[in-house]
């Protein structure tokens, strides 16, 4: 099984801040990552796949980037309305996810 | 508009079973790979299963192998999950989702998901 490893756990940022979320694999998936944004009571939203394609609709402040066993979720100039938690997933081999960074107001 | 809605959660007693319906409508199901997903009471997602197109390829996450099954019925747009042998560490919202990438065994990543419906296996 594929370990999905995501830090930290929590973050703190005020609003413009830029943040990213670093997502570590326990062995390669190539470039076979999504990230997913999920605020309270509400399903997961998807951002990103294949590591770095933006979903439509999107904002562009999101963006992706890695491969093989690392990968980053940026988020630049930080909205009010990105307060939530972010989750990856990998489907190189079946499915998994991260445990999960919740981004919160400073 | 595209849309998945869970149905049949509720309080079984350890041991118990359950099953639970997802109902698609907007688009063609017949078209799209399905999953389950759930999440467990403050705690991270976690995939389930999944079934292709025909349902000839189903997988399933090890901590329900053996006890849970996934199917599917394209004539009513439905994907359902028997659940068997419930225990407390099966408490969670319970998600259906739709395969994302089409013609590519899955799972892959997903594009849309329902609300969820929540299971509590509790005495």
């Known amino acids: 099984d594929i370990q999905m490893t995501q830090s930290p756990p929590t973050l703190s940022a005020s609003i413009g801040d830029r943040v990213t979320i670093t997502c570590r694999a326990s062995?390669?998936?190539?470039?076979?990552l999504a990230w997913y944004q999920q605020k309270p009571g509400k399903a997961p939203k998807l951002l990103i796949s294949?590591?770095?394609s933006l979903e439509g609709g999107v904002p562009s402040r999101f963006s992706g980037s890695g491969s093989g066993t690392e990968f980053t979720l940026t988020i630049n100039s930080l909205q009010p309305d990105d307060f939530a938690t972010y989750y990856c997933?990998?489907?190189?081999?079946?499915?998994?996810f991260g445990q999960g960074t919740k981004v919160e107001i400073k | 508009q595209v849309q998945l809605v869970e149905s049949g959660g509720g309080l079984v007693k350890p041991g118990g079973s359950l099953r639970l319906s997802c109902a698609a409508s907007?688009?063609?199901?017949?078209?799209?790979?399905m999953n389950w997903l759930r999440q467990a009471p403050g705690k991270g997602l976690e995939w389930v299963s999944y079934?292709?197109?025909?349902?000839?390829?189903?997988y399933y996450a090890d901590s329900v192998k053996g006890r849970f099954t996934i199917s599917r019925d394209n004539a009513k747009n439905s994907l359902y999950l028997q659940m068997n042998s419930l225990r407390a560490d099966d408490t969670a919202v319970y998600y259906c989702a739709r395969d994302a990438v089409t013609l590519v065994r899955g799972p892959n990543y997903m594009d849309v998901w329902g609300k969820g419906t929540t299971v509590t296996v509790s005495s």
């Open positions: 079934i292709s197109i025909s349902g000839s390829d189903i």
């Open positions: 997933q990998q489907y190189h081999s079946y499915s998994s």
């Open positions: 294949k590591a770095s």
């Open positions: 907007g688009f063609t199901f017949s078209d799209y790979y």
């Open positions: 062995q390669s998936i190539s470039s076979w």
